[in-house]
């Protein structure tokens, strides 16, 4: 067995991260924004980006040419809804229109993802985002407008990418560092946007029914440190709380009992109406979208305590492993476990929503050899392949990224593109693009289904 005939073979982005045009043309600011300008002291910020907003066309060319199969973007929710829930936006609905028509028209399946980052600041000023539940009646009414607008011409939706890494990060969610109540204000946020996701999926059943919808789920796979049952231990711990309780809510429409003791442990837990179960239960997900980078490896030896769960723990070099420049590992073997155990637990269709490799490149006599990235692609796809042949029902691959785009933490140095934008932190020049070695190498890929016996197939 290899990859079904009809794999979607893609490629990602989202808006504040490609789009640029951050306020031209009636959009509203986001925390998105808000975020990329609090961190910059430079021009990367999501006011150019990879000035998507203004190569529409050109880059649904490049598409065609690289062959993409389906092609992954997220709908900028203030584009549509300036201030997150009133007037529409006339220009921000031509925006994307015209982008899934092209789409379409070139026989591109378009993978809309809902929300990616980018919560309307004015519904963080009026409501302190999803701390309360008028933002999901919020996201709910902007759901309901883009499978009312577009619903007819996209069969794959995303609700939310990455709640699980929103909901440990203050200024992904519009909060503050140092808000006394921040704890219970991440439960909050969590618990709210599980409702949301599942009422998105709930109005995209009943009003586009040929359509699949899922979530967007962060899976980094975690190793212990040492064989020491603690370290082992908390590993699985904490890879059920990040990613498989996530998952098992999305999937299941239950809250997971590890999470529920939790929060009942941290007098965390938030208000549960009468209704919330049932909104839970009737809004799953069709499929699984994951998100699939590398593995961490985590001890509790020191205090640098990196992620919220009420322990402090460290991420270590795994020796094991080779790392790329901003640490970030390169295990692909990982990869085929990371599918199979998703697939056992949960028996839904998987789709990778984001895998890809970051570098800091340079033109050199006009191109771009990413010789890295090429070498990523083949051994990621390899395992996907091995999975596959092993039972996983994985559906598509969506590299990340299509085009470089800015980092959602540094900047334009760290480039994930197979196609290169020339501009750079301090100067934004005209955002040329450049295909990379990577292109043809994916190209070739996709025009194979596969490895293909050029690419190394055994
Ligand atoms: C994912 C996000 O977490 O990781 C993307 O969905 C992001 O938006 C990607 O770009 C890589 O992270 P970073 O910080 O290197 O941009």
């Known amino acids: 067995m290899s990859f079904p005939e009809d794999f979607l073979w893609g490629a990602a982005t989202s808006a504040f991260q490609y789009e640029g045009a951050n306020l031209e043309d009636g959009k509203g600011w986001t925390v998105a924004d808000e975020r990329c300008q609090a961190k910059s002291q430079i021009q990367a910020d999501s006011s150019v980006a ?5 190569h529409l066309e050109e880059d649904v060319k490049l598409m065609k040419e690289l ?3 389906s092609y992954r973007f997220s709908i900028s929710w203030a584009r549509i809804f300036p201030d997150g829930e009133g007037e529409i936006n006339n220009a921000g609905v031509i925006y994307y229109q015209r982008l899934i028509d092209l789409l379409n028209e070139n026989h591109i399946e378009p993978i809309v993802t809902l929300l990616h980052f980018d919560i309307p600041w004015a519904l963080i000023e009026k409501y302190e985002g999803f701390v309360s539940r008028k933002c999901i009646d919020a996201f709910e009414k902007y759901c309901r407008t883009c499978f009312e607008l577009f619903g007819d011409k996209v069969k794959y939706w995303l609700t939310i990418n990455e709640q699980n890494v929103m909901v440990m990060m203050a200024d992904m969610l ?5 808000d006394p109540k921040l704890n219970l204000k991440f439960v909050q946020c969590n618990y709210h946007m599980y409702l949301a996701s599942a009422k998105a999926v709930i109005a995209c059943h009943e009003m586009c029914p040929d359509a699949l919808i899922g979530p967007c789920v962060s899976y980094p796979t975690l190793y212990a440190e040492t064989c020491h049952p603690d370290d082992v231990a908390l590993a699985y711990d904490m890879q059920d709380i990040m990613a498989f309780a ?3 809510t999305y999937v299941n429409g239950t809250i997971d009992p590890i999470v529920m ?6 007098k965390t837990v938030p208000e549960i109406l009468e209704n919330d179960e049932t909104i839970l239960k009737a809004g799953v997900a069709d499929y699984l979208g994951v998100n699939w980078y590398c593995t961490q490896t985590i001890g509790t030896t020191s205090k640098n305590g990196s992620f919220n769960i009420g322990v402090e723990i460290d991420i270590k070099k795994n020796p094991f492993l080779e790392y790329g420049h901003w640490d970030w590992s390169y295990d692909p073997k990982a990869l085929k476990m990371a599918l199979k155990e998703c697939y056992a637990r949960f028996r839904k269709p998987i789709m990778i929503c984001e895998n890809g490799w970051s570098e800091i490149e340079e033109i050199r006599d006009g ?8 070498e990523y ?5 390899e395992q996907m392949e091995k999975a596959i042949d092993e039972g996983v029902n994985l559906i598509g691959y969506q590299h990340w990224s299509f085009i470089d785009i800015l980092s959602s933490s540094q900047g334009f140095d760290k480039r ?3 196609i290169f934008v020339d501009r750079d932190n301090f100067n934004i020049k005209e955002c040329q693009r450049i295909k990379k070695d990577s292109f043809y190498y994916y190209q070739t890929i996709i025009k194979n289904n596969g490895l293909g016996e050029e690419n190394g197939k055994q």
Request: proline share 3%; no cysteine.
């Open 174 to 178: 519009g909060l503050k560092k140092d």
């Open 67 to 69: 062959g993409l199969k």
């Open 246 to 248: 996530p998952m098992e």
């Open 416 to 418: 994930y593109g197979l």
């Open 261 to 266: 003791n939790k929060w009942i442990k941290d």
């Open 50 to 54: 990879s000035d998507g907003y203004h």
């Open 367 to 374: 191109k771009i050899h990413d010789s890295k990235r090429i």
């Open 377 to 381: 692609l083949h051994d990621h796809i």
